[in-house]
């Protein structure tokens, strides 16, 4: 009875490394969400996938991000050249219903960029 | 454009107290969904309340009351005799389409019961 599990809980990277982090839904739930949230702010939407293919990537603040989900479950946001201003906690969401908008999150991942 | 305000960032209050959380919203849509997420010190965000915009109806679900006002777009999150374990950080957020639409969310209120 697995919630969303996201790993690394934890990351501290250097500017300019790769980072990637790792969302594992609730089995079954075909919608998966990426958001940020830096401290003293509501979570901000990154990426949604409904199945494999990105639904909605609008809130990817540039080509530095990415992410993937190749077979509709586990899904990966990539970082690459990391800066300081990516420091934040990185929370995955999914969904089973489209109609209801609930949204079941994981504890996110913290990642800090020296 | 979508947008959710929650005005206050921080509020304390004694156990037992009653609490209101006030968040206001703006959209151009008719239709849209509203939403309450409870966000613990674990930092796991939990869904309590979703409700849509043809329904003006007020909620109650044991001590958590919910009043929403089309007329001053304001969706607020009561809690009733307050305890300890209702301190979290408390976040409003819209949808303009539920589940087609990324949610937005607000800021957040940071709700501290004091035993």
């Known amino acids: 009875g697995a919630g969303v599990s996201q790993t690394p809980s934890n990351k501290v990277t250097e500017k300019g490394k790769y980072v990637e982090l790792r969302c594992d839904p609730i089995?079954?739930?075909?919608?998966l969400y990426w958001y940020r949230q830096s401290l003293g702010q509501g979570p901000e939407f990154l990426i949604y996938f409904q199945g494999t293919g990105a639904a909605d990537d609008s809130g990817l603040p540039n080509d530095r991000f990415f992410a993937v989900r190749p077979e509709g479950s586990v899904s990966t946001l990539k970082i690459q050249r990391t800066e300081r201003g990516d420091s934040a906690v990185y929370l995955c969401?999914?969904?089973?219903?489209?109609?209801?908008?609930?949204?079941?999150f994981g504890e996110g991942s913290r990642l800090t960029v020296l | 454009a979508q947008k959710v305000t929650q005005a206050q960032t921080e509020i304390s209050v004694v156990e037992k107290e009653d609490v209101t959380l006030d968040c206001v919203y703006e959209?151009?849509?008719?239709?849209?969904?509203l939403f309450w997420y409870k966000q613990p010190p674990s930092g796991e965000l939990v869904f309590l309340i979703r409700r849509n915009s043809f329904d003006e109806q007020n909620e109650i679900s044991g001590r958590y009351s919910w009043n929403f006002q089309k007329s001053t777009s304001s969706f607020n999150f009561t809690i009733t005799a307050s305890q300890v374990v209702d301190s979290a950080v408390y976040f409003c957020?819209?949808?303009?389409?539920?589940?087609?639409?990324?949610?937005?969310f607000g800021k957040g209120t940071r709700l501290s019961v004091i035993a």
């Open positions: 969401a999914s969904s089973h219903n489209l109609n209801t908008g609930e949204l079941f």
């Open positions: 959209t151009r849509d008719t239709t849209y969904y």
């Open positions: 089995s079954g739930h075909t919608a």
């Open positions: 957020a819209l949808s303009e389409d539920s589940g087609n639409t990324p949610l937005v």
